[in-house]
């Protein structure tokens, strides 16, 4: 059994995808980040640095529990332990590496960032310069996105891996990302292929149903959250 600690963001959906994949068993507990539990003691021992995704394989190597951090980390542990979704072949292997670490490394931090400053920043300030980097940033990395996928059905190849099961929850806000399907046919039609998985539609009913303290977290709350106020080291 994998304890999979969770809440409802697209880091979390990529595992949440992944699992119902895989059909291996798994066991939910929620972190409400928006609540502040990501830095209660117990959860802090599985994850230094306070971030959901983690899980824990009780049935790890050599039949010792295992715990992981980090969803790209966490995606390449579930395509080995199933066997799925990762090529075995060293070439393909890392076609499909690259574009996961595309994600983690270039999707993720600047879809997030854009995100920040468009539902978070302090409306009283001029963001503007902020706003303009992050969404050029946002709109050149759908670009690549577009590109790649006029040349192949899939980001790591000819075959749906855990470089499409990463992006995928990235790119399910484009229309409020001000990215447009119409423009884009290619991630279009890769998106409705994803998106009509049986597996991906049972992952995003579960996260569907999870309740968080998002939307009535105090200011404090939020200001924990986002590491400001009181709780900024600047
Ligand atoms: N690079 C990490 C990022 C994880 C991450 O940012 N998780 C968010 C939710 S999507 C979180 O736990 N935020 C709480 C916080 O930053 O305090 C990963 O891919 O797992």
């Known amino acids: ?11 979390v959906q990529k595992i949440y995808i992944m699992l119902e994949e895989t059909k291996l ?5 929620f972190v409400d980040v928006w609540k502040g539990e990501q830095y209660n003691p117990d959860f802090i ?7 959901i995704p983690v899980i824990v394989d009780h049935e790890g190597p050599g039949g010792k529990p295992v715990t992981i951090f980090e969803s790209g980390a966490i995606l390449m542990y579930l395509a080995e332990k199933s066997g799925k979704f990762l090529p075995k072949d060293t070439a393909k292997k890392y076609d499909v590496l690259q574009w996961l670490f595309f994600q983690v490394s270039g999707v993720g ?10 539902m978070f920043a302090p409306k009283d300030k001029d963001n503007s310069y902020s706003m303009t980097r992050y969404q ?4 050149r990395l759908y670009e690549v996105l577009e590109k790649r996928l006029a040349r192949s059905p899939y980001l790591g190849g000819d075959d749906y891996t855990v470089a499409d099961i990463a992006t995928f929850p990235w790119t399910r806000n484009h229309d409020a990302q001000g990215v447009r399907w119409e423009d884009n046919p290619n991630l279009a ?5 994803i998106n009509e998985r049986p597996a991906v539609k049972a992952a995003l009913a579960k996260v569907g149903a999870i309740k968080s ?4 977290a105090s200011d ?4 924990r959250f986002f590491n400001r106020g009181r709780y900024a080291r600047a």
């Not at 021992?45 to 971030?51: D, E, M």
């Open 25 to 29: 068993p798994y066991k939910e507990h």
């Open 189 to 193: 039609r890769w998106f409705n292929s």
């Open 45 to 51: 021992k599985i994850n230094p640095n306070s971030k």
């Open 220 to 223: 404090d709350q939020k200001d």
């Open 213 to 216: 303290n998002r939307d009535t």
């Open 109 to 118: 931090p600047m879809f997030g960032q854009f995100t920040h400053f468009k």
């Open 136 to 139: 050029t940033e946002l709109k």
């Open 1 to 11: 059994m994998i304890d999979l600690y969770a809440l409802t963001s697209p880091n």
